[in-house]
Structure formats: C-alpha cells, structure tokens
C-alpha cells in the first residue's frame, strides 16, 4: 500500500534552513506528481509546493516562493523540501501528499504522509 | 485566485445525515474536479471523496460528494453518522495556477 513517511522537522531558529525529506514505497514514485502541504498549530490546509512526476516542473505558493525549494530523487523515491530563511509563520505540520496522477492539480485519490513538526522559534 | 468558503462547524446526532457545503468564489465549480479531506483530532488528513463523487476503496458508502452549478458549489454528504465520523473535513479544488483548500469544517457528532 502507498506509505509516505515524512522527516527532518524539528525546532529552528528564525533565519536558519531546514530541509524536511518525504520517504515514498507502494507505488511507481516515478510516475506520479507530488506536493507538500502545510497545517499551522489550530489552522487549516495550506498548500505548499508541487514537484511535476519526472522533475522537471515545479510551482510553488506565492506565501513561499523564493525560499522553498522542492526536489525530488527518484533513485531513493524520495521527495524534499528546503526551507531557507525560516520565519515564525512557516511553523506548521508539512505533509508530503501524491497526487492521483501525472496531473500536478492535487486531484483524484490523494494519499498523505503522517507530517513532520517545524517549530520556528527563537 | 478564488476561495472555497466552508460552514465553520456543523453537527448532528448519531443515525442521522449531514451535509457539508463548499462554495466557490469566482470560477465554475463544475470546470475543475473537488476533492473531500478527512482529518480527526491529532491525525493527518485522508481521501473521502475525490474527483467530485468518486470514493476510495475502504471509504463507506455513507460518504457521497456531489456538486451544484447552480449555487456554484460542492457538498459532501455522511449519511447513517457515527461517532467515528466526528473530525474536521476540508474540501479542495484547483485551477491553472492554484491548488486551494477551503477553511475546512467541524463535525461534531453528539
């Protein structure tokens, strides 16, 4: 069954980097686009990021573009997000989530990760 | 960039149906696929509805999504309500640009 296991949170200085990792099994990690997804503490769904199936597209929100970076290493079926120039509001749950399929939309039967907890918080 | 507007809570007793709405703020509602998101207390969302009315294997039947152009919005309807049921449910949709989630909804079963 699809598994995504999300790491690297932790809590982080406001300015210093961080870079979560978003371990996929179950399916082809190749053929499927994949997010990330953000909960601030008693907040709703916020999403994030998407990397395209094979990597070459990505768009990002406009509350998060020019300091997330996603990537993705289908070698070690692993998606990744990094974090530079941490700030207070970016502290939040980060679920990585696949897409329902080469669509890079969030559509069809989304599956997610449990979450990884970045506190920022000097 | 449009919005997805969500009853803030909604609740109903055990036995009986409940049904959450999701309007759209600018955009047809029919034109791109809505999705329905589950998340009880201290857990990660899960798939209850997606692509308007599909529902993944191992979700019960009681769950239904539908939508209505006419009010430009998408409804997700638990029929038979158990307590189990009671979580937090967001509604989801997107266009070229943006993936956006609606405030999301408080069921509570009492």
């Known amino acids: 069954q699809v598994q995504l296991v999300e790491s690297g949170g932790g809590v982080v200085q406001p300015g210093r980097s961080l870079r979560l990792s978003c371990a996929a099994s179950?399916?082809?990690?190749?053929?499927?686009?994949m997010h990330w997804v953000r909960q601030a503490p008693g907040k709703g769904l916020e999403w994030v990021a998407v990397?395209?199936?094979?990597?070459?597209?990505?768009y990002y929100a406009d509350s998060v573009k020019g300091r997330f970076t996603i990537s993705r290493d289908s070698s070690k079926n692993t998606l990744y997000l990094q974090i530079n120039s941490l700030r207070t509001e970016d502290t939040a749950v980060y679920y990585c989530?696949?897409?329902?399929?080469?669509?890079?939309?969030?559509?069809?039967?989304?599956?997610w990760g449990q979450g990884t907890l970045v506190t920022v918080s000097s | 960039n449009f919005m997805l507007t969500q009853p803030h809570s909604v609740s109903e007793s055990p036995g009986k149906t409940v049904t959450i709405s999701c309007t759209r703020s600018?955009?047809?509602?029919?034109?791109?696929?809505v999705q329905w998101y589950q998340q009880r207390p201290g857990s990660f969302p899960t798939t209850v509805i997606y692509?308007?009315?599909?529902?993944p294997s191992g979700v019960p039947d009681r769950f239904s999504g539908s939508i209505d152009s006419s009010s430009n919005s998408a409804s997700l309807t638990i029929s038979g309500l158990k307590t189990e049921d009671e979580a937090d449910y967001y509604c989801?949709?997107?266009?070229?640009?943006?993936?956006?989630f609606g405030g999301g909804t408080k069921l509570t079963v009492l």
């Open positions: 600018s955009g047809s509602i029919a034109s791109n696929y």
């Open positions: 989530a696949r897409d329902g399929g080469r669509s890079w939309y969030l559509r069809g039967e989304v599956h």
């Open positions: 692509e308007d009315n599909q529902r």
């Open positions: 989801q949709s997107y266009d070229s640009s943006n993936r956006v």
């Open positions: 179950g399916f082809t990690f190749s053929t499927y686009a």
């Open positions: 990397i395209s199936y094979d990597g070459s597209n990505y």
